[in-house]
């Protein structure tokens, strides 16, 4: 950010002279031109886990090469540990102590991005699982969530600031608003962290929807899923916050295979509103075939079963309805020799122009997704970079309005840089492993790269103040 001071024109007469019948009058003078101030700006990320998680986990940052100029620090969520990022990006393995902050301060955005990688072969987080840091903010929504049966969640909350947090948790489910105990008032200590069990909170079975609201400061929050047929683990992930509701949503990067692909839906309005659904591939859009419509109930969460309509392709989505909601995806693997997994894609928001990703290349395949979900075809360049800054690859593409393409990632990237003509481009990356003899799944959000750690935009719900 930058702004001017303009100084006022002074005029300083040296002299008058007197004439009898008028005065002399002194040509105007232009104020001399005064350079612009530079303010530095600093946004953060950050990634949400538990000091008690078992998991071994692996943060990768990348930072991009251009500007040089500025900071980039990483840390745990308490300060007393942190490291600067250099240009190109670093790998830390072993990190386990809570949550993860990111740090970045400069006069021009740096564009950055970072992720939490684990694989692991047993226990209850069995699989793949990967979350990227995202910014705080004072509201978010996580859709497709669960408190009972075979599918738990909890909420890991964290606040980056100095003074205390407090947020309240509001649930949506199958048949409407859900009650919970304890929901109201729950307190964030200063740069510390809160974990909610949905178990044993929400008294309603089957899928919830949450709206998470900062009534002090800030936070960032992600959900830590956990998956299981009868007392087998089926998988584990981390669920990143879907987009603010509106009345379109895109969901990038539903990966192919022959498992089961399940949209999650939340309508936070007090109207029913009808969603459509549009499938953007390789050679445009197309309706899937029978799962093309879905009626939202008002303050409801619905799910439509895609896996057949979809027929195993590589896609993104594209929702459109009358009414604000946002929407996920409950994506399995599926292999007769392997373990499943499961992965948590969710409405992604526009890139604007240029966005960065985290990738994993270490026993890991990530390839890159990105949508055209507009009206005006968009040219997209996506650049892989190592951790020394180093381009291991550029790809680019002329994406038609409707249509979708992916690129496979290369070791040794540790991130991507993707720049769109196109305002409306959406982009993930899909992870897959098989390490650990798991069909291991996963899924990360591309971040826009002026995306600040501000406030953000507040979703105003319909029925307060009745």
Request: with cysteine; net charge negative.
């Amino acid at each position: 950010m930058a702004f001017t001071r303009f100084v006022p024109a002074v005029v300083a007469v040296l002299g008058v002279g007197v004439v009898l019948g008028g005065a002399a009058a002194l040509p105007p003078q232009q104020p001399k031109p005064v350079p612009s101030e530079a303010v530095p700006t600093t946004t953060t990320a950050l990634c949400g886990v538990t000091d008690r998680d078992s998991r071994r986990l692996q943060l990768t940052v990348g930072r991009g090469t251009e500007p040089a100029d500025g900071t980039l620090s990483a840390g745990n969520l308490g300060g007393d540990q942190s490291w600067d990022i250099a240009p190109g990006g670093a790998v830390a393995e072993g990190v386990s102590d809570g949550p993860i902050m990111l740090r970045a301060e400069g006069v021009e955005p740096i564009p950055y991005a970072g992720a939490l990688i684990s694989s692991t072969a047993d226990g209850p987080g069995r699989g793949l699982a990967a979350q990227a840091c995202t910014a705080p903010g004072v509201e978010h929504w996580l859709p497709g969530l669960s408190a009972t049966g075979e599918h738990l969640s909890r909420l890991v909350i964290s606040n980056p600031d100095a003074d205390a947090a407090e947020v309240d948790l509001q649930f949506f489910g199958t048949q409407g608003p859900a009650a919970a105990s304890g929901a109201s008032g729950i307190s964030i200590p200063p740069h510390g962290s809160q974990t909610v069990f949905l178990e044993g909170m929400v008294d309603q079975e089957g899928l919830l929807s949450a709206r998470v609201r900062a009534t002090a400061g800030r936070v960032q929050v992600v959900a830590d899923e956990e998956f299981r047929t009868g007392p087998d683990a089926r998988g584990a992930d981390w669920m990143a916050p879907a987009s603010a509701p509106d009345t379109t949503q895109v969901i990038p990067g539903i990966q192919p295979g022959i498992g089961p692909r399940e949209l999650v839906l939340v309508n936070p309005g007090d109207r029913t509103t009808t969603v459509s659904v549009e499938a953007l591939g390789a050679e445009g859009a197309f309706a899937p075939a029978g799962a093309d419509r879905v009626d939202l109930p008002p303050q409801s969460t619905v799910s439509l079963r895609l896996d057949e309509a979809l027929r195993g392709e590589d896609v993104s989505l594209r929702l459109t309805a009358d009414r604000n909601f946002t929407a996920s995806v409950m994506a399995s693997s599926q292999s007769r020799d392997q373990a499943v997994d499961v992965a948590r894609p969710v409405a992604a928001d526009a890139l604007a122009g240029s966005g960065v990703a985290a990738v994993s290349t270490n026993g890991t395949t990530s390839v890159v997704h990105v949508a055209n979900p507009g009206q005006e075809p968009a040219d997209v360049t996506v650049t892989a970079r190592s951790v020394d800054g180093g381009e291991v690859s550029t790809d680019t593409v002329s994406l038609q309005p409707g249509a979708a393409r992916t690129f496979e990632v290369d070791a040794p990237a540790a991130y991507v840089m993707i720049n769109s003509s196109g305002a409306e481009v959406r982009a993930a990356v899909g992870l897959t492993s098989t390490a650990n003899r798991t069909a291991g799944l996963s899924w990360l959000p591309a971040t826009a790269v002026t995306e600040a750690s501000g406030a953000g935009e507040v979703w105003h719900d319909p029925t307060l103040g009745r």
